[in-house]
Each structure stands twice: as structure tokens, then as C-alpha cells.
């Protein structure tokens, strides 16, 4: 059997005939052609007024950050499992990252802890779409509009998710997604920030080139940022959006395959889909219930042991080395992150996964359960 890959893209002539177009065509009065197709095309899609395609998801949301003018001394609340680009730009900006707790059903921001939390110097919440998993934004938006403070959907993960009928995308003053070469929408590399605000649209667009202003010839206002894409890499991600129904089905599916293949097996979670709502599944999630247990760190390495490759559910943000926070020793501030983070995992979710393979992957699992169920004197599989 083929090796197993982590994730990975689909790629197909349809790419590679655009990308060739752009490398022969996409120069001169054409430079930012594709660019402009796709943020454009991106943005109607998730009915949003405006798209700003950026290097990478990481500094789209630095770009939004600055715009709303979070700066040294302002609070940003954000979960605390999540990759740790969601708070980078936080501390770019020398404002304070204040890590919420995520709700066990979904492992989104939980609002009733995001409440708890919120203080006179609270100038945003950021609410992230993990693993495709999408929060209770009903409530989150009572909440920031209740207390008048913006709300930033970090979907970087959640392409093709919707929340009762509304795309993954549409909530918040404005939200981010990544093309990283790990995504369902890949350009190697990118981000794309969706905006409806005009003068908050205006104000990222000057930001994101130099502090210039609309045909102003190297004439700078403010020193700002060179958050500028390319029109190669936009023409790669304009064609995979192009393939987005396909490219989502395809993730959908593996989730689907992995729920029948593991649907024997008790106290486990996978990726929620609650009623009225779509999971696009970037990559399917295991959380091994209480009974086993397991550490994340030991599942992963049982697995690789049998050439099945995982990676482990988000570290809590506020367990890492590169917050101050986590060099001393202290109870966890936020119970059940620390909780599920320790049991989780990623499963492979490339994109050319095969049947055979997801079979390797389940039975491996099954293995493993069923070496604990030896240890604990238990039995985990009906």
C-alpha cells in the first residue's frame, strides 16, 4: 500500500490549464486579473460585499485587527483551541490575547465563558470555525452586539461549513479563510478576508499595499504593510473555487466514511454536524472518550507504529511556551479545552486518500481500542 499522506491537495488539468494562463497571459494590464476574479467571485459566493485576497490567513486577520484599531493595552477574546495564527495578529498589535473556553459539543468559542470574560477593554472577539465545526453564532452575535463589540469569524477551516442555512463566512464585521496547502481550497500559500463594511473595506485595502491611496503613485500616507498576493498563486485558488462543490464533497465524504467505519465504536466523537447545518469536514477529528484512557500523544505514536499518520487536537493557546502564561505551573483556566485538547486527534485527510487506506486507518484504530479494552478489562466495540 501507497504511503498514507496527512493531507494534501486535488489537483487536476483544470489548475494546472489556468495557472499556465496566468504565467503566460497574467502580466502588464493583466497583472492582477485572476486576483481580482477571485476575490470577487469569493466574496459573492458567501454573499459578503467585498474580498481581500491576502499572502496567508494570518495576516488577513492582522490586516482586520489593525483596521479596527486593536492596539497596546486592548483585549482580544479568542478560544483557546486553535492554530495559533488566530492570535498572532493580537500580539502584533501588543494588545492582550484573553483565551476563552470552547464548548464540548463543538469545540467552538463557548459564548457563556466568552461572557465571563468581557471587560471595559474587550475591543473584539474572535470566534473560529474548528475543523469545520461551526459555534452557536446566534448567541455570539447577541452577545457582540449586545456589548458593541465587533465579531471576527476566523473560517479559515471551514469552507463549504454553514450554520442553519448561512455559509461558513457571512457572520462577524468580517471573516478570514486560509489556502494553505493543508486546505480543501489550496494556492500553496493565501487568505482571503470578506468584508461588508465599505470604509473598513477601504481602510484594509490601504493598509494591505504601503499606506497608499487609490492612484496615488508612490505617494505614502502611513507606513503600513506588503500584504499584496500574486496573480499566479490567486489563478490556482480561482481554479480550485471554481471546483469548490467537488472539493468539499470530497472532504464531506471522508467524514462520512470515517463515522460508518468507526460507527461501532463507543464513547468516541467525531466532527458534529448539528441539525440544520453542514460540516465541510477540512479534516476529520477524533476525541477518545474518558473510559480509554488515552493522551493524544500516546494515540499518535501507537498509530505511527502501524504507518498510520496523525496529528494532535489543538494545544490549548494558553498551555504553549509562547505565552508567558505557560511557564509556571497553574490549574487550567479553561477546564473543558484542556480537557478534550489532551484526548484528540486529527485524522489523515488528504485529498487523495483511497478506500484501502481509510479501511488501514479504521482497522488500526479498532486495534488500538481494542488493546485498551485488554488493559482496562472493558469492551469499547459492539
Known sequence: MKPIHMAGPWITDHEIKIVEDAMRNGWYEN?????????????????????????????????????????EGDEVILPECTWIATGAGITYLKATPIFCDIDPENWCLNPNSVEKLITPKTKAIIAVDLFGNMPNYDQLSRLCAHHQIPLIEDSAEAVGSTYKGVKAGKFG?????????????????????????????DRCMFLRDHGR???????????????????????????????IDALVGLKRNQLKMYRERLSEIKDISLNPEPEGGINGAWITSIVFG?????????????????DIPARP?????SSLPAYPRARVKYEPINPVAYDISSRGINLPGSAILTEDQMDWICNGIKKLINTCNLKLGKNHID
Open 31 to 71: 497583472s492582477y486579473n485572476y486576483v481580482e476574479k477571485f476575490q470577487h467571485e469569493f466574496a459573492v459566493y458567501h454573499d459578503r460585499k467585498y474580498g481581500i485576497m491576502t499572502p496567508n490567513c494570518t495576516t488577513a486577520i492582522h490586516l482586520l485587527l489593525t483596521a479596527l484599531g486593536i492596539s
Open 313 to 317: 487536537f489543538f494545544y490549548p493557546l
Open 213 to 243: 491611496k487609490k492612484d496615488a503613485m508612490y505617494l505614502n500616507y502611513e507606513v503600513t504593510y506588503k500584504y499584496m498576493p500574486f496573480n499566479v498563486q490567486a489563478a490556482l485558488g480561482y481554479a480550485q473555487f471554481q471546483r
Open 290 to 306: 474518558k473510559s480509554y484512557n488515552l493522551k493524544k500523544l500516546d494515540i499518535i505514536k501507537k498509530l505511527a507504529e502501524i
Open 173 to 201: 464585521v468580517g471573516s478570514v479563510f486560509s489556502f494553505h496547502r493543508t486546505k480543501t481550497i489550496t494556492t500553496g500559500e493565501g487568505g482571503m478576508l470578506l468584508l461588508d463594511d465599505e470604509k473598513l473595506y
